[in-house]
């Protein structure tokens, strides 16, 4: 195996294997809450960890999700480089997405791109989160303001970044809306629920 190749090898391995360990489950076990998988749409992510009630732990989730990601990417850039560091945040997404511990079913990768943006380019981190927060004010829509905001990512990736860091973001978003598909199909069908209102299983 080429030299130049292991280390890529290496840094995708290392993200998806920090971006699977399911902290949303883990956390409301720990709590007390149950599984996770048993409540609201029964994703191991943050959205659905603040439908327990426990505002503490869905943040304690939201942080520890970006930090799985932010991690390797900030590891693989040390030892072995940037594009090493954009494979990284892939893993990372792929882990958190499809967990072989889980069943290959996680959570829907909002909290973990934030992460890789942050560390991969926080300009870009920092709007992807502007936005977010904009639409979901305004719509108050979580799932909008998340797509929203991954499908502007790659032009701020590309100002921040390069065109390959802007490309590692497209396929990031692509991601991110296939598993929002369904959140997708409610969107257009005017039956998504709104941020504090009467939640539906995904």
Avoid at 16 to 40: C, E, K, M, N, V
Avoid at 69 to 98: D, I, K, N, S
Avoid at 126 to 147: E, H, Q, T, Y
Wanted: charged share 10%.
């Amino acid at each position: 195996m080429p030299n130049d190749i292991l280390p890529l090898i290496l840094a995708l391995a290392l993200g998806y294997l920090s971006g699977s360990i399911p902290f949303g489950l883990l956390l409301t076990r720990a709590a007390g809450l149950g599984d996770i998988r048993q409540i609201g749409s029964g994703n191991i992510g943050a959205t659905n960890v603040l439908r327990t009630g426990n505002k503490k732990v869905a943040a304690a989730t939201l942080v520890l999700d970006a930090l799985k990601a932010a991690t390797p990417v900030l590891v693989a850039r040390y030892f072995w480089g940037e594009e090493a560091a954009m494979l990284a945040a892939v893993g990372a997404f792929l882990g958190h997405c499809f967990p072989v511990w889980l069943g290959f079913k996680g959570g829907k990768g909002v909290a973990v791109m934030i992460g890789s943006l942050l560390a991969l380019a926080w300009p870009a981190g920092l709007i992807f989160c502007a936005v977010w927060l904009l639409i979901a004010l305004a719509r108050k829509i979580s799932s909008l303001a998340a797509l929203t905001a991954a499908a502007t990512a790659p032009i701020f990736a590309y100002l921040f970044g390069n065109a390959l860091l802007a490309l590692t973001v497209i396929a990031l978003a692509l991601l991110l809306f296939f598993q929002h598909r369904e959140n997708i199909a409610r969107l257009l069908a005017g039956t998504e629920p709104t941020i504090g209102g009467k939640k539906k299983a995904a």
